[in-house]
T-cell receptor, first 118, second 111 residues
Framework: GAVVSQHPSWVICKSGTSVKIECRSLDFQATTMFWYRQFPKQSLMLMATSNEGSKATYEQGVEKDKFLINHASLTLSTLTVTSAHPEDSSFYIC??????????????FGEGSRLTVL | GQQLNQSPQSMFIQEGEDVSMNCTSSSIFNTWLWYKQDPGEGPVLLIALYKAGELTSNGRLTAQFGITRKDSFLNISASIPSDVGIYFCAGAVSSGSRLTFGEGTQLTVNP
């Protein structure tokens, strides 16, 4: 099946620094990728939709200057948490849709990235 | 906006028992998906449903797409310890639309 890989799987950083998380589709092309945030014991919250070659679409309440998304190729999207603060600590998960997949709706998820801001 | 109500929120069962969980919505979805998430991992797709009334199996898992397109259920038969995790339902309106997730069902299986 389709494989989506995230890196790093976990990161600890100091408050005020920026952190970049990569999301790669390993065996398929993905024009569209999605970034989610998940707090403990809660569901996935969609942050933004990443579109290759164009600006990301952010969900209401998500600061686009805080969470920078770049989707520069059909297999890579990056999420940069800028000037991170402790409240940004969370589990960030990306997902991707296979451009060649004819069935609607299926998304494949990365392994997630645990961010801890000290 | 669209919401999915998933129940139960948590389940504690004995190994070998069958499990059932469901999701309901106030609006119609044209795709229903069921995912399982292990601790510290991303969700893994278990079953995808594309047609109202569709009943699909994947090993010991069976899921159905409700005829009204506003609900879906997932059954796990003869549970085993590795079934432990959080199960999420998700719905999509169309092929290009975002997924809406349920709140999740935390499953604990006691050996």
């Amino acid at each position: 099946g389709a494989v989506v890989s995230q890196h790093p799987s976990w990161v600890i950083c100091k408050s005020g620094t920026s952190v970049k998380i990569e999301c790669r589709s390993l065996d398929f092309q993905a024009t569209t990728m999605f970034w989610y945030r998940q707090f403990p014991k809660q569901s996935l919250m969609l942050m933004a939709t990443s579109n290759e070659g164009s600006k990301a679409t952010y969900e209401q309440g998500v600061e686009k200057d805080k969470f920078l998304i770049n989707h520069a190729s059909l297999t890579l999207s990056t999420l940069t948490v800028t000037s991170a603060h402790p409240e940004d600590s969370s589990f960030y998960i990306c997902s991707a849709r296979d451009d060649a997949e004819m069935l609607p709706g299926e998304l494949f998820f990365g392994e997630g990235s645990r961010l801890t801001v000290l | 906006g669209q919401q999915l109500n998933q129940s139960p929120q948590s389940m504690f069962i004995q190994e070998g028992e069958d499990v059932s969980m469901n999701c309901t919505s106030s609006s119609i979805f044209n795709t229903w998906l069921w995912y399982k998430q292990d601790p510290g991992e991303g969700p893994v797709l278990l079953i995808a449903l594309y047609k109202a009334g569709e009943l699909t199996s994947n090993g010991r898992l069976t899921a159905q797409f409700g005829i009204t397109r506003k609900d879906s259920f997932l059954n796990i038969s003869a549970s085993i310890p590795s079934d432990v995790g959080i199960y999420f339902c998700a719905g999509a309106v169309s092929s290009g639309s975002r997924l809406t997730f349920g709140e999740g069902t935390q499953l604990t299986v006691n050996p």
